[in-house]
Structures are given as structure tokens and as C-alpha cells.
């Protein structure tokens, strides 16, 4: 597969088949992932995956918590800036919208939203989790190195066929997390991610989000 057809096909997945996948294409992933580009070859990024019986028994905790719960835990980072400002307000506001929109879900069904929301700490589905986390003492380069290794993975994923869902949903439960992983105290957890085959046939899927052109955002000097 060529790099821009991995791009391009590449979505956030939000509907997986239960399909399994061998230990060996996930960790062929990881392996050509390590290659991502990192300032002073740090490689500053940590990584947990989970399948079969311990991902079901993290998934059987985690809806033990969010009953007692329902909005989860002191996020250590905001996944998005406070009082997020245009143009970037504006793009958030429609995706959220046109993805309900596949689905069928107006903005008034509250409920039915909720709901929707709540299939993120399911993975949607996926047959494989992973867990990244990033040591503390790193800052603004390293965490853009860890960036670019998850999107080495999303992209190596096309390759072997398996769509992603890469969630910073996930940063609502860090001491969860942290505790059933046992994930050291001088890591900060950062997203989680659902791996597996896409469900083609969920309408939920069929979302591609808008991209701004290239003039918006680009300024080109001595062509």
C-alpha cells in the first residue's frame, strides 16, 4: 500500500468487527512504528496492548467505574485548549455533528448521544486496545514525537488491512487505567486506541470529515 493510499483510507473507526488479531501482525506494527522520528532519538513512547481475557476484564472494570461514575476521573492534560476559539470551534462543532448525523442521532436525543459517547470506553468494539503514555519530564517536542509514532501505527495499520480509533476519551480515567496496568507513577498516560477490522456496514463509518484546502492553511514563498 502506498503511503497516500494509507492516508487517505485511513478514519477514526468507531464500529469494529469482534474479528481477533494475531499477537505477531500486532506487534509487526509496533516494530515498524519504532521508526517514527524522534529529536535526539528519545523515542518517548510507552505502550500497553490488551486482547482476550485481560482486555474483557478491563472492559468489565471500566463499566464497574463508570456506573459509579458516569463522568469519569481528573483528566491530567485538557484534550482540547479551554474556551477553544474559531476556526477550530467551528470544526469540532461540525464534526460532532455530521457523525450523529450518520447514525441518526439529532441533537436533542440527549440520551441516545450518551449512549453513543459511551461506546468509546468499549473501544467500539475492537478486538485489540493500546495504551500509550509519555514520562513526565517530557515537554512539547517529545510530545510530538509520540504523535508521530501513533500516526506510524494508524498508517502501518492500512497496511495489514485493520483500521484505528485513537482516543483521548481515555484521559478521563487515568488512575483506572494506571492501576490495572500498573503503569509507573513518573509516566502520564496520554490516549488510548481500538484496533481491529472495520465493520464496513455501520453507518457510523461511512463518516469522512472536511478538510481545509490547502490555500487556508498553507503559505508557499519563492515558487
Not at 459509579?68 to 467551528?90: D, F, I, M, T
Not at 455533528?97 to 436525543?109: K, M, S, V
Amino acid at each position: 500500500m502506498k503511503v497516500s493510499d494509507a492516508l487517505q483510507s485511513r478514519i477514526t473507526c468507531r464500529a469494529f468487527l469482534p474479528d481477533p488479531v494475531p499477537a505477531e501482525t500486532v506487534r509487526a506494527i509496533l516494530d515498524g512504528a519504532k521508526q517514527a522520528p524522534s529529536g535526539g532519538n528519545l523515542q518517548p513512547w510507552w505502550v500497553w496492548v490488551l486482547a482476550g481475557e485481560p482486555l474483557q476484564a478491563f472492559r468489565a472494570e471500566i463499566q464497574r467505574k463508570m456506573a459509579a461514575n458516569p463522568q469519569g476521573e481528573e483528566p491530567e492534560y485538557h484534550v482540547y485548549p479551554p474556551g477553544l476559539k474559531e476556526p477550530y470551534r467551528s470544526r469540532r462543532f461540525k464534526c460532532g455533528e455530521d457523525l450523529y448525523a450518520t447514525i441518526g442521532i439529532p441533537r436533542e436525543n440527549k440520551p441516545a448521544r450518551l449512549m453513543q459517547l459511551a461506546k468509546n470506553f468499549d473501544f467500539f468494539g475492537a478486538p485489540v486496545a493500546l495504551f500509550f503514555a509519555i514520562d513526565r519530564e517530557m515537554q512539547q517536542g517529545q510530545w510530538a514525537d509520540l504523535g508521530m509514532f501513533l500516526q506510524s501505527i494508524m498508517l502501518l495499520a492500512r497496511e495489514h488491512g485493520l483500521h484505528t480509533c485513537p482516543q483521548e476519551a481515555w484521559a478521563r480515567w487515568p488512575q483506572t487505567i494506571g492501576s490495572f496496568l500498573d503503569i509507573p507513577p513518573e509516566l502520564m498516560l496520554f490516549c488510548g486506541m481500538g484496533l481491529g477490522r472495520m465493520d464496513e456496514n455501520h453507518p457510523i463509518n461511512t463518516l469522512r470529515t472536511d478538510r481545509a484546502p490547502v490555500e487556508e492553511f498553507v503559505q508557499m514563498r519563492g515558487f
